[in-house]
């Protein structure tokens, strides 16, 4: 159920909606305006030019993400009017998503909004809310000292997942490995790194970033505390610098 959202419906809707028309009404419903937009965490002060299309985090547009409302029994509830749900009144859930929930993509990163509100009869309920990246994201970069000296052959798997993509989501919450496996130039020997991701805890927590230069074949890959995100601006809405995911 995708929604395109939409702003506040007019005054003569809303009276239609609460039963205050020619129709007349119960006076038990109210309505429930949702409006979503989605928020990327930013990192550190644009050490990574904000310009590069290869540092910028993939966000979605909020009228691309899955909307569910249900009661209090968990009952699926159907908005009337793109934004709007007339609802009896009493306590709702929300839940919105981007899609999957992947354990490991470089396209689809898996934003989320989980909420509740109360409905009161003959009232229109205002939820203003944004929804969060819930994956952590392994930025991986190898240096020119590794290209240099390793064929083009190499291959890099992250758990179940595989590819050289620069950026790539990860579930919290799993055991998360990656192994770069190369051959080199002059000698065709074999190379295998393996290291595993997790903070001092053991854990991958949502919006965890990972920062990791590939530098030396010799060397053991030990990756740092991951870096956590930016507090959140005082207007999200309008921030000092755009909004879009950059780090």
Same mark, same amino acid.
């Given at each position: 159920?995708?929604?395109?959202?939409?702003?506040? #419906?007019? +005054?003569?809707?809303?009276?239609?909606?609460?039963?205050?028309?020619?129709q007349g009404g119960s006076?038990?419903?109210?309505?429930?305006d949702l409006k979503l937009?989605?928020?990327?965490?930013?990192?550190?002060?644009?050490?990574?030019?904000?310009?590069?299309?290869?540092?910028?985090?993939?966000?979605? /547009?909020?009228?691309?993400?899955?909307? /569910?409302?249900?009661?209090? !029994?968990?009952?699926?509830?159907?908005?009337?009017?793109?934004?709007?749900?007339?609802?009896?009144?009493?306590?709702?859930?929300?839940? #919105?998503?981007?899609?999957?929930?992947?354990?490991?993509?470089?396209?689809?990163?898996?934003?989320?909004?989980?909420?509740?509100?109360?409905?009161?009869? /003959?009232?229109?309920?205002?939820?203003?809310?944004?929804?969060?990246?819930?994956?952590?994201?392994?930025?991986?970069?190898?240096?020119?000292?590794?290209?240099? #000296? +390793? /064929?083009?052959?190499?291959?890099?798997?992250?758990?179940?997942?595989?590819?050289? #993509? =620069?950026?790539?989501?990860? =579930?919290?919450?799993?055991?998360?490995?990656?192994? %770069? =496996?190369?051959?080199?130039?002059?000698?065709?020997?074999?190379?295998?790194?393996?290291?595993?991701?997790?903070? !001092?805890?053991?854990? %991958?927590?949502?919006?965890?970033?990972?920062?990791?230069?590939?530098?030396?074949?010799?060397?053991?890959?030990?990756?740092?505390?991951?870096?956590?995100?930016?507090?959140?601006?005082?207007?999200?809405?309008?921030?000092?610098?755009?909004?879009?995911?950059?780090?």
């Amino acid at each position: 159920l995708c929604l395109t959202l939409v702003g506040l #419906a007019s +005054c003569e809707m809303k009276d239609e909606l609460l039963g205050k028309g020619e129709q007349g009404g119960s006076g038990e419903v109210g309505v429930l305006d949702l409006k979503l937009k989605v928020v990327p965490p930013s990192y550190g002060n644009g050490g990574v030019s904000s310009k590069s299309s290869s540092t910028e985090l993939i966000v979605p /547009k909020a009228e691309d993400m899955i909307v /569910k409302v249900f009661n209090a !029994s968990m009952e699926l509830q159907d908005y009337l009017k793109e934004s709007q749900y007339v609802l009896e009144q009493g306590t709702y859930y929300i839940e #919105a998503y981007s899609g999957d929930n992947y354990e490991v993509t470089s396209e689809y990163p898996y934003y989320e909004l989980l909420d509740t509100c109360v409905i009161k009869a /003959k009232e229109v309920t205002l939820v203003d809310k944004a929804c969060e990246l819930q994956s952590a994201i392994l930025y991986l970069t190898l240096s020119e000292e590794f290209l240099n #000296a +390793c /064929k083009d052959d190499y291959a890099i798997t992250i758990t179940n997942g595989s590819g050289d #993509a =620069r950026i790539v989501y990860i =579930r919290p919450g799993m055991k998360t490995t990656v192994t %770069i =496996r190369a051959t080199e130039k002059i000698t065709g020997k074999p190379v295998i790194r393996t290291f595993g991701l997790a903070d !001092s805890e053991g854990k %991958i927590n949502p919006q965890d970033l990972f920062r990791i230069e590939i530098k030396d074949l010799e060397e053991e890959i030990v990756p740092d505390e991951p870096e956590k995100p930016n507090p959140d601006p005082d207007d999200p809405d309008n921030p000092e610098k755009p909004t879009n995911g950059n780090f």
